[in-house]
């Protein structure tokens, strides 16, 4: 039962989200140096790559779910969450088309995490993909301040309130299946987590280090971001733990 209500709920944000949908202003200031575009060029590509994706697995992996939680408002939630993710995908690609910046579709990180995210079951597909999450929250976050472009930091700003509630989003499902397989569940959940995490922050500060720098990070400064957004996310389980014992009336996800 607590699964429906939480589905539900989130079913009617991101209905609420596509219907509310700010249109881009794509005459705001946009001043790009030759050496800021060169600086963006990569993390551009790969990051847009990282958002464009069908989610055939995820949503193989919700339908099964779904299925043994009689839940089917979840496979809805996540039909519309994949939508926005490739929503977020043509904005960035029409921003680097803007300055001749190609897509790709090869990325070697981002295959291996597509890789991984095909691997077991929909709690493991999440971990994966929440991984992605804080790390794009910091990207975006960086990638705002790296240049003077109105309009670029403007995509960040949009994309970003996007990122931030998929977290929770997947947060609370997370803590859903977590608490079904009681403290071992939670302890080893949260393990996982953090062993996806750090190999990763370190891929892409080594990958991406000068737009990082460029926009006032050190790597100290890029960590505590990282570790900030990390238990902002195992927050958000937690608290929603804390309220998967109370009457059903009082249970509020967003």
């Known amino acids: 039962m ?17 219907k509310t949908l700010k249109s881009v202003d794509w005459q705001l200031p946009d001043d790009l140096s030759p050496a800021q575009q060169t600086l ?16 055939k697995h995820l949503l193989s992996f919700a339908q099964q779910y779904a299925h043994t939680q009689a839940d089917a408002h979840y496979v809805d939630a996540i039909k519309l969450f994949i939508r926005e993710e490739q929503r977020h995908a043509l904005l960035l690609a029409t921003y680097m088309k803007k300055w001749e910046i190609p897509t790709t579709k090869h990325n070697h990180l981002d ?38 472009s109105a309009l670029l930091k403007h995509l960040c700003h949009h994309i970003l309130q996007d990122e931030r509630m ?22 080893t959940g949260n393990l996982l987590q953090k062993c996806l995490f750090y190999p990763t922050l370190l891929i892409i500060w ?35 733990y804390a309220q998967l014992d109370k009457p059903l009336s009082n249970l509020n996800t967003v």
């Open 2 to 18: 607590h699964n429906q209500q939480q589905s539900q709920t989130w079913l009617k944000y991101f209905l609420s989200n596509q």
């Open 206 to 240: 080594f990958n991406y280090a000068d737009l990082f720098r460029a926009s006032g990070y050190d790597f100290p400064r890029y960590f505590a971001h990282c570790q900030w957004v990390l238990y902002q996310g195992i927050n958000y389980q937690n608290a929603y």
């Open 166 to 187: 998929h977290l929770r989003f997947h947060a609370e499902q997370l803590a859903m299946m977590d608490w079904e397989k009681g403290i071992i569940g939670r302890i």
């Open 40 to 55: 963006i060029r990569q993390s551009l590509q790969a990051f847009q790559r990282g958002e464009n994706s069908e989610g």
């Open 111 to 148: 295959h291996c995490f597509r890789a991984l995210r095909r691997q077991f079951n929909l709690r493991f597909s999440i971990r994966v993909l929440q991984v992605a999450e804080m790390i794009a929250d910091v990207y975006y976050t960086a990638l705002a301040r790296a240049t003077q």
